[in-house]
């Protein structure tokens, strides 16, 4: 917490104690939402609730929507049922799904008891969207226009109507049957006359929107490319049914992040906080992935029982095999990191598969030479053992070309084959890779050392 | 490209070659910059031009900012002084400055001679914050107002000099000194009446501001908590010098995320898209961290070597060490990325460092545990050796736990000394747990198989 709102927080702790509600409702009114949700994560549970309830109604809800799970699910314990029904009713509505859905059943059911039927409905109607869809991420609450309103028209409309609209700066314009037929923003309102229609002003080809059923990461890759502030969500009859706005696009942006993140170190995915996870399901995330890794590890461990004589008759070849493995390892996820964010921020595509080999390749030769240059002379420096310098040397030079060239394909060939790229990382990329560096080791040993 | 934007290049493709300028201006009118910029990446450079030369100057300057760095600058190569004056008093400020960074001097030179003056001073004020701070990411192009006009009035103002100002929806109250007062949105204008005061209706407790100097996570780290359109950047007597935009925030998100990812991955930060990327520069950048690592790796071949006689009594030990090595490493990534991203995301703070090692104690003792016991039975069934079954299983617990506690507890550490998190994650973390698992498992195969 900043120290300006640890001066703050003592403040209110103490109009707590005393139960001065007065008070905390003066303090609170000129608070940030966020701010407040940061105060009552800190407070005990008894204090939460005395600080909630002294919240201006409207306020009260935008705090609940910041706080984390957890937070949440004892406050609506400790709350009684008209108390619920306000906030939810406050709530926006894709906020209000999102509750929804991370809550246990039981407080969901006295949740949506005590909301109104019109949020219970418009609930209900957001939550029939796919997880991860775009229809899951959007809202309902939008202002919609008709081309034959003129601009000071528009603005008493919004003015009527925007209070509980999570946008008003871009306005969507839609015929009597509520298909979309352009888009206007307040900006270009304000910057045209109070007469100007809006169907002469308003944007009405080449119409960006995505369908209820399209992924969420289409949304953001949008969001990205074209500056939007928001964007309307369609059924497919081009009906509008909803919008996303920018900035829950941009915690879409983020989870997707942390998912390849997680992905990419072979956790399955998380979507809550670390701290909130417990013991259990923590293991559980971690434990499949290297199960596979472990027993695909042991193929590594049967090359080396089958080169048994090669390292029998030299015992000093042993020693090299971490930092080759490990050499191996780490060059091949340099690669797979690139080319996986890469495609990630849409830069890479499958078409670029030639290009990235061929760049991967030269990479390698100049990476594998210097490090193999470097190696060899250490090694015989510490060894003077030649022919075994030249052995670690040339398998070296061998590991790193082999690895950046699996570590940037697997990523492409993954997507090609309708994968995610983000599981041909780390992980993955140095099992193969230490399967193929201690072939090449131990064959040159015995082409070099004639063991 | 989407299909439908292929078939728009096919059209285009063909009026450029007919020259047809007219009929050129008319298509792109309607179509979208960011589209007009992918089709222009993919033109050739002579076609590339004519196309250019087409557009409407407004929307020129719009697409120029989209293309990725290598056409604009064979683009301003094949464009005359005028052209490119044209297009650079059209940019928004901060984007004209990022041109002037990211282009070579010569061409900078070119551009900035063929400004206007009030165009080149803007620049130049901004290109004087360091890289990475606030005032790096910031325009000087914003809306201000005064706390005695009233919202008729504003509307007035904005109407005059909003269309060169890149938000006009978060406008900002200061005094005749240039201090900063308030913030009103244009919701909150629309909302109220329009005789009402911008200084009864502006927000002027509780700003969010940051400074010039302040790093450009900090702002990240504030538009997603308070989902802000805009955000003030003031100096150091508070003076309002600049806004950064959400747009531009949400970029800075995505270049921060890919950092961590290059870093994670032991390679120096690139800021070039992949394919840019000249090959000798990708492997300067991949290089360096692979040397350190590699030379740190031979530390475990010195335990190797170490234990020789214990291996070269039981020479199917060695069988198990990639194994052993995988596991670890990849255990240990696991724990440093849930950390790291944590940190990044802002949900764990050092203080939480006893929290997270609790935590990863306990999911070690599951997930080591787990393995261990599948490893044992898969190791006997193949080997029907119990010693060694034994030995491998015991040292692969260990392995777990020290591995998810190090991972866990590195990148803590790294951020309480004021290092980068992320430069601990696998590559690191993998090197250190490889020297302790060998210890173990060569410790104990000396204890139980007495070797």
Request: hydrophobic residues 45%; negative net charge; aromatic residues 6%.
């Amino acid at each position: 917490m900043p120290e300006e709102l640890e001066k703050v927080f003592d403040e209110i702790q103490k109009l707590i104690e005393t139960k001065n509600i007065r008070e905390l409702r003066i303090i609170t009114e000129d608070m940030n939402d966020a701010d407040i949700a940061d105060i009552i994560e800190e407070l005990e549970p008894e204090g939460r609730v005395i600080l909630f309830r002294a919240l201006r109604k409207d306020m009260a809800a935008e705090v609940f929507a910041h706080l984390i799970s957890d937070t949440k699910e004892a406050l609506v314990s400790q709350l009684t049922a008209p108390e619920l029904g306000r906030i939810v009713d406050e709530l926006f509505l894709d906020d209000a799904a999102d509750l929804v859905e991370e809550l246990p059943a039981d407080v969901v059911k006295r949740i949506l008891e005590s909301a109104s039927p019109e949020t219970r409905r418009g609930i209900n109607q957001l939550l029939q969207y796919q997880e991860d869809s775009a229809g899951s991420i959007m809202t309902t609450e939008y202002i919609s226009l008709r081309p034959d309103m003129n601009v000071e028209q528009s603005f008493k409309h919004i003015r009527e109507v925007g209070t509980d609209k999570e946008t008003l700066y871009t306005c969507y314009v839609t015929d009597p049957k509520g298909i979309l037929k352009g888009v206007v923003t307040v900006r270009t309102m304000l910057l045209s006359q109070y007469a100007d229609m809006i169907g002469d002003i308003m944007t009405d080809t080449n119409l960006i929107s995505v369908n209820t059923n399209d992924d969420r990461e289409k949304v953001t890759e949008l969001f990205q490319k074209y500056d939007f502030m928001a964007l309307p969500v369609v059924d497919s009859e081009n009906h509008l049914v909803g919008i996303v706005t920018v900035d829950d696009a941009m915690e879409v942006l983020e989870e997707e992040s942390t998912e390849d993140f997680h992905k990419m170190a072979a956790i399955l995915p998380i979507d809550e906080p670390y701290l909130s996870m417990g013991v259990l399901e923590l293991a559980k995330k971690r434990v499949i992935w290297l199960m596979v890794l472990m027993i695909s590890a042991t193929f590594s461990g049967q090359i080396i029982t089958h080169y048994q004589s090669v390292f029998a008759a030299l015992p000093a070849l042993i020693a090299s095999i971490p930092m080759l493995m490990d050499t191996g390892g780490n060059a091949g996820s340099q690669s797979s990191t690139l080319v996986i964010r890469g495609i990630a921020v849409g830069e890479l595509k499958i078409y670029d598969a030639l290009k990235v080999l061929l760049k991967e390749l030269r990479v390698g030769l100049l990476v594998g030479g210097g490090l193999a240059v470097v190696n060899f002379f250490y090694k015989y420096a510490m060894s003077g053992d030649l022919p075994l310098s030249i052995t670690v040397g040339i398998s070296l030079f061998a590991t790193v070309i082999f690895a950046q060239t699996i570590g940037g394909m697997l990523p492409l060939l993954a997507k090609a084959l309708g994968f995610d790229p983000a599981l041909m990382a780390s992980p993955i990329v140095t099992t193969i890779v230490d399967a193929g560096s201690l072939t090449v080791y131990f064959m040159t040993a015995g082409r070099i050392m004639h063991l």
